[in-house]
C-alpha cells in the first residue's frame, strides 16, 4: 500500500551534504520505493555529475526517478507560535494526508486544488500509479511536496464532498480513538472532555469544485 506521506523538503544536498544556500536553485526527484515514495534533493553539481554518471557504460543501473524538477531554496523563516487554533485550508490538507481516510479523498483533492488557485500550492505535474492519476504538489515556502490522489470526482458527487470540506473547517477532524492525550492525569481523576465553544470560520463557493476561505 502507497503510504500518502510529505515529503519535506531537504536542507543539504543528497550527495555532497552541503547545506543549500538562500536562493539557490537545485533539483527536486521523486522515486518510487516498496512501501510509498521517496524524495532527494541534489544541488546543481551534484545533479549534473549523477546524469553524467548514470549515461556511462558500464556504470551500475540506477532506478529512474518518477518525477524531477528545478526548485529554489528559501531559508525558512523562524517559527512563531500561532494564535489562531482553527485549522486553515493549508493545515487541515496536511492533516488529511497524515490521516489517510479514503473517505476524505475527495476533501484533500478539493484542498489541493483550491490552495493551487490561491498560489499557495505548485502544481509539478503528476505520475500514474496503475490507472490512477496522483497529482505533485510543492509548497512554495517550505519546499515540501505533497501527494494527492485523484479521486475522480462526479458532477453529483461535488455537493457532498463541499459539504464535508466545509464541515472540516469549521469543526476540524474527529480524534482517533485513543488519541486524547492522558499524560498527567492520575488514575483516581476522572478525565472530562474539553467543552470549549468551537470558533465558527465563513466559507462560501468558488465554483462547483472548489470551496473557497477567507484567509
Given at each position: 500500500?502507497?503510504?500518502?506521506?510529505?515529503?519535506?523538503?531537504?536542507?543539504?544536498?543528497?550527495?555532497?551534504?552541503?547545506?543549500?544556500?538562500?536562493k539557490e536553485?537545485?533539483?527536486?526527484?521523486?522515486?518510487?520505493?516498496?512501501?510509498?515514495?521517496?524524495?532527494?534533493?541534489?544541488?546543481?553539481?551534484?545533479?549534473?555529475?549523477?546524469?553524467?554518471?548514470?549515461?556511462?557504460?558500464?556504470?551500475?543501473?540506477?532506478?529512474?526517478?518518477?518525477?524531477?524538477?528545478?526548485?529554489v531554496?528559501?531559508?525558512?523563516p523562524?517559527?512563531?507560535?500561532?494564535?489562531?487554533?482553527?485549522?486553515t485550508?493549508?493545515?487541515?490538507?496536511?492533516?488529511?494526508?497524515?490521516?489517510?481516510?479514503?473517505?476524505?479523498?475527495?476533501?484533500?483533492?478539493?484542498?489541493?486544488?483550491?490552495?493551487?488557485?490561491?498560489?499557495?500550492?505548485?502544481?509539478?505535474?503528476?505520475?500514474?500509479?496503475?490507472?490512477?492519476?496522483v497529482?505533485?504538489?510543492?509548497?512554495?515556502?517550505?519546499?515540501?511536496?505533497?501527494?494527492?490522489?485523484?479521486?475522480?470526482?462526479?458532477?453529483?458527487?461535488?455537493?457532498?464532498?463541499?459539504?464535508?470540506?466545509?464541515?472540516?473547517?469549521?469543526?476540524?477532524?474527529?480524534?482517533?480513538?485513543?488519541?486524547?492525550?492522558?499524560?498527567?492525569?492520575?488514575?483516581e481523576?476522572?478525565?472530562?472532555?474539553?467543552?470549549?465553544?468551537?470558533?465558527?470560520?465563513?466559507?462560501?463557493?468558488?465554483?462547483?469544485?472548489?470551496?473557497?476561505?477567507?484567509?
Open positions: 500500500m502507497i503510504d500518502w506521506n510529505i515529503q519535506t523538503r531537504s536542507h543539504s544536498c543528497q550527495i555532497c551534504h552541503r547545506h543549500f544556500v538562500d536553485a537545485f533539483r527536486t526527484t521523486l522515486f518510487e520505493q516498496r512501501h510509498g515514495y521517496e524524495r532527494k534533493d541534489f544541488c546543481e553539481e551534484c545533479w549534473t555529475r549523477h546524469c553524467a554518471l548514470e549515461q556511462e557504460k558500464g556504470q551500475v543501473e540506477q532506478p529512474k526517478a518518477l518525477s524531477q524538477w528545478q526548485s531554496y528559501v531559508v525558512p523562524a517559527s512563531a507560535p500561532d494564535p489562531i487554533l482553527k485549522d485550508a493549508e493545515s487541515l490538507l496536511h492533516k488529511l494526508i497524515e490521516r489517510n481516510d479514503s473517505k476524505h479523498a475527495g476533501a484533500r483533492f478539493i484542498l489541493a486544488v483550491m490552495l493551487e488557485r490561491k498560489r499557495q500550492l505548485k502544481n509539478k505535474g503528476h505520475i500514474m500509479e496503475g490507472s490512477v492519476r497529482l505533485i504538489y510543492e509548497h512554495p515556502k517550505t519546499g515540501d511536496v505533497l501527494m494527492i490522489k485523484d479521486p475522480g470526482l462526479k458532477i453529483n458527487q461535488l455537493e457532498e464532498v463541499q459539504r464535508d470540506v466545509l464541515n472540516l473547517l469549521e469543526h476540524g477532524l474527529e480524534p482517533i480513538q485513543g488519541e486524547i492525550a492522558t499524560a498527567g492525569v492520575l488514575p481523576q476522572e478525565i472530562v472532555a474539553d467543552q470549549a465553544p468551537k470558533s465558527a470560520g465563513g466559507a462560501g463557493m468558488e465554483d462547483q469544485a472548489v470551496v473557497e476561505t477567507k484567509g
